[in-house]
């Protein structure tokens, strides 16, 4: 079928290349275990990409090394034509639980990340940007509550904020919602796609659900595992925006299926 791509798109190379990789691996040396191997793969500007494989397949440690966290053993990652070789500004992370210091206001967690980069006077310069980003994950009226008063969505909401104060190149994004339940996930889902089309973000997706990919992913990276590799990109050319409607269509249960048969190919490797 059209909508797949058995192949690395080549189609696209005239679009900007935020993030190259080129030729990762990385074995852990303490148990000599090869979590990745040889992974390559640009990522485009303003686009939405999913990694997506079996528990173990070195998704984190994928988003670790782009995110300069873990160095790689082989092979090189570049950000806006920069080597990543450690932690950098330019890279938004949000992960499962939401980490908000209990003992800081909504708004004061959110400029924080400004607050240590560029200290007090710039944080407080920040909050009308925060104030903005609130109103537009629809938190407005919640700015000045502790966190213990902001549900689980509430407060991954104001993470995305948190994420987005600094107006990172890319978001990395390693489960984010997957602590939720299914109603209040969804809604996230299409929450972080319009923030994403908003800010024109590049964001790239650790997630195990198939169906979360497909309806956020314009690229899906299914890896193997032992050693963690690529399998496959999937393309997925569903119409953006993106609806919650759009997963009872067939195009969307036959993307579905694709994917969960080379998810089940992997596994028996
Ligand atoms: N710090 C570490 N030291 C040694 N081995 C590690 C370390 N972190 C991960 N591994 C190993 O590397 C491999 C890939 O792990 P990784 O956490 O990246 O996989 P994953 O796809 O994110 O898994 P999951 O879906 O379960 O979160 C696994 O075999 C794991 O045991």
């Not at 990762?24 to 148990?31: D, I, L, M, S």
């Not at 169906?211 to 690229?219: F, G, Y």
């Amino acid at each position: 079928m059209n909508a797949l791509a058995a192949a690395p798109d080549t189609s696209t190379v005239q679009a900007e290349a935020v993030y190259e990789l080129a030729n990762v691996g990385k074995t852990y040396a303490r148990n000599k275990v090869v979590a990745l191997e040889g992974v390559s793969l640009t990522l485009e500007k303003g686009s939405f990409s999913s990694v997506i494989g079996s528990s173990g397949c070195g998704k984190s440690t994928l988003l670790k090394i782009m995110a300069g966290l873990l160095p790689p053993s082989t092979g090189r990652v570049v950000l806006q034509n920069d080597p990543v070789i450690g932690p950098r500004r330019d890279i938004g992370m949000m992960f499962q639980h939401a980490t908000l210091f209990p003992w800081l206001t909504t708004v004061e967690n959110i400029v924080l990340p400004i607050e240590i980069r560029d200290g007090r006077a710039a944080a407080q310069q920040a909050k009308t940007r925060a104030h903005d980003l609130l109103d537009v994950v629809g938190l407005k009226g919640f700015e000045d509550v502790y966190p213990n008063e902001l549900s689980g969505g509430m407060a991954q909401r104001a993470s995305i904020c948190r994420m987005l104060i600094t107006e990172p190149a890319v978001l990395l994004l390693d489960e984010p919602f997957s602590a939720l339940d299914e109603l209040s996930r969804d809604m996230m889902n299409m929450e972080l796609q319009r923030i994403c089309a908003e800010q024109h973000a590049t964001a790239f997706l650790v997630t195990h659900s198939i169906a979360e990919a497909v309806i956020l992913s314009d690229h899906i990276y299914v890896m193997k595992p032992r050693p963690g590799r690529l399998a496959e990109i999937v393309t997925v050319d569903l119409p953006r925006p993106r609806t919650l409607d759009m997963i009872t269509t067939p195009k969307f249960g036959a993307i579905v299926d694709y994917i969960r048969q080379l998810l089940d190919k992997g596994a028996e490797l």
